[in-house]
C-alpha cells in the first residue's frame, strides 16, 4: 500500500528539481543551487523508501538521517543566501551536527547508551523514510535527530523573521520569500517534527495511525503544491545575485534606506530624486543602480513605495476616523488624491479604500 504516495513523492520532486534546474542562471545560481541539493537529499529519503517497497532493502538509519540533516542545511543556506544575495559559504561547522549522528549511532551499536527509553517491540512502519523499528536501542540517535530537527528549523525560522524586519530588503522581496515559506516551509516543518513525535510514541509501544496517515498526507500535498503553484518557485528564480564589482552598492542601499527611515523629507510632494541625490551627497547613477539592484524598482516608484507605507501606517492607526482621503494623500507627500490612488494601487494591488475596509 505504501508503494504508491512513495511513487508520487518521487515524480513530484523529480518535477521540481528539474524545474529549477531550468530556471537557473548566473544571476540566481547561488540560491537555486541550494535550493536544488534541499530537494535532492529529498528525493534520496523517498527512493530509500521505494527501493524497500520493492526489494525489502534498507538503508542504514544513520545514513538516512544524516540524508535528511543536509536537506535541513542546504534549505538553511538556501535562505540566507537569499537575504544577503552572495552565495552563503559551507563552513566546518555544519559537519558538526553530521559527527554527532555518526558518534552516537557508533556508540549505540557497541551498546554504550545514554538513552535507553525505546519499546523492544515496535512496528516496522516506516514515516517519511525513517523506520520505527531501526531506532530500537539507539535512543540517543534518535535524540540527536529530534535535535538537530528542532535545531535548524529554529534557525530558519529566525532568518526568516530578521528578513521580515530588514529595513534593507526590498517589500516585494519579502513577499516573494514569505509566500515560500508559508507554503512549503511551514507544513514541511510541521511534518518533520510531528513525525519525530510520532516515532516517539511508537517506540513507547503507542501506536497512532491516523496520525501517520496525516503526516504523509501533508508531505504529498505540500510538494504536490509546488507543482500545482510553479509560479512559487518562479518568483524564487526573479531574485538575483549582487553582480560582480557590485559589493559597494550595498553601502550605497544601506545609506539610502537609512536617509527614508531617519528622515520624513519623502513626505513633501516636491521631493525629486534630485533632492535625494543632494541630501546623501550620491550620484544620481549609483542611487539609481543601487536601488534597481536591490529593490527592482525605479528611484520615483521607489520613492513612492515608502509615501504609501506611510499612508498604511497611518491608515493602520485610524488616520482617516478623523481626517479625509485627500488630507491622507497630501500628508504621505502626494500632490493629488488621484496620483495618490494610482500609485496606491500600483504598489498594493488594491485602492486605499479598499486597504481601509480590509483593516477592519
Given at each position: 500500500m505504501d508503494i504508491y504516495p512513495v511513487y508520487l513523492l518521487n515524480v513530484v520532486l523529480i518535477i521540481v528539481i528539474v524545474r529549477i534546474s531550468l530556471l537557473m542562471n548566473d544571476q540566481n545560481k547561488h540560491h537555486l543551487g541550494y535550493l536544488i541539493f534541499h530537494f535532492i537529499f529529498q528525493l534520496i529519503s523517498t527512493i530509500n523508501m521505494s527501493i524497500y517497497s520493492l526489494f525489502e532493502l534498507k538503508t542504514s538509519i544513520v545514513l538516512v538521517s544524516i540524508g535528511r540533516v543536509l536537506a535541513f542545511i542546504f534549505f538553511y543556506l538556501f535562505i540566507k543566501s537569499m537575504i544577503e544575495m552572495v552565495k552563503s559559504k559551507i563552513t566546518v561547522l555544519y559537519l558538526i551536527p553530521i559527527l554527532l549522528l555518526i558518534l552516537f549511532n557508533h556508540l549505540n551499536n557497541i551498546g554504550i547508551k545514554l538513552l535507553d527509553f525505546t519499546h523492544s517491540q515496535v512496528p516496522s512502519e516506516n514515516i517519511l523514510g525513517f523506520f520505527i523499528s531501526d531506532f530500537v536501542g539507539k535512543g540517543d540517535l534518535f535524540f540527536m535527530n529530534s535535535l538537530n530537527t528542532l535545531f535548524f528549523t529554529f534557525l530558519i525560522f529566525y532568518m526568516y523573521f530578521k528578513l521580515k524586519k530588514a529595513e534593507i530588503i526590498d517589500f516585494k522581496k519579502k513577499e516573494i520569500i514569505s509566500d515560500f515559506i508559508i507554503y512549503y516551509y511551514v507544513p514541511i516543518s510541521i511534518t518533520s517534527i510531528t513525525t519525530l513525535i510520532a516515532i516517539s510514541l511508537f517506540?513507547?509501544?503507542?501506536?497512532?495511525?491516523?496520525?501517520?496517515?496525516?503526516?504523509?498526507?501533508?508531505?504529498?500535498?505540500?510538494?504536490?503544491?509546488?507543482?500545482?503553484?510553479?509560479?512559487?518557485?518562479?518568483?524564487?528564480?526573479?531574485?538575483?545575485?549582487?553582480?560582480?564589482?557590485?559589493?559597494?552598492?550595498?553601502?550605497?542601499?544601506?545609506?539610502?534606506?537609512?536617509?527614508?527611515?531617519?528622515?520624513?523629507?519623502?513626505?513633501?510632494?516636491?521631493?525629486?530624486?534630485?533632492?535625494?541625490?543632494?541630501?546623501?551627497?550620491?550620484?544620481?547613477?549609483?542611487?539609481?543602480?543601487?536601488?534597481?539592484?536591490?529593490?527592482?524598482?525605479?528611484?520615483?516608484?521607489?520613492?513612492?513605495?515608502?509615501?504609501?507605507?506611510?499612508?498604511?501606517?497611518?491608515?493602520?492607526?485610524?488616520?482617516?476616523?478623523?481626517?479625509?482621503?485627500?488630507?491622507?494623500?497630501?500628508?504621505?507627500?502626494?500632490?493629488?488624491?488621484?496620483?495618490?490612488?494610482?500609485?496606491?494601487?500600483?504598489?498594493?494591488?488594491?485602492?486605499?479604500?479598499?486597504?481601509?475596509?480590509?483593516?477592519?
Open positions: 517506540l513507547q509501544n503507542i501506536e497512532l495511525p491516523y496520525l501517520i496517515i496525516a503526516i504523509k498526507l501533508i508531505a504529498i500535498f505540500t510538494l504536490l503544491l509546488l507543482v500545482i503553484k510553479p509560479k512559487l518557485i518562479r518568483r524564487l528564480a526573479s531574485i538575483k545575485n549582487i553582480e560582480k564589482g557590485d559589493d559597494d552598492l550595498i553601502n550605497v542601499f544601506e545609506e539610502i534606506t537609512n536617509y527614508f527611515i531617519t528622515t520624513s523629507n519623502y513626505r513633501d510632494s516636491n521631493f525629486m530624486p534630485a533632492n535625494l541625490a543632494v541630501d546623501l551627497g550620491i550620484r544620481n547613477e549609483l542611487i539609481r543602480k543601487s536601488i534597481k539592484n536591490f529593490s527592482n524598482k525605479t528611484v520615483p516608484l521607489y520613492i513612492n513605495s515608502h509615501r504609501v507605507e506611510f499612508s498604511c501606517k497611518l491608515i493602520n492607526e485610524g488616520y482617516l476616523e478623523n481626517y479625509s482621503m485627500d488630507a491622507l494623500a497630501e500628508k504621505s507627500g502626494f500632490s493629488s488624491q488621484k496620483n495618490f490612488n494610482r500609485v496606491f494601487k500600483i504598489i498594493k494591488s488594491c485602492t486605499p479604500s479598499q486597504y481601509k475596509d480590509s483593516c477592519k
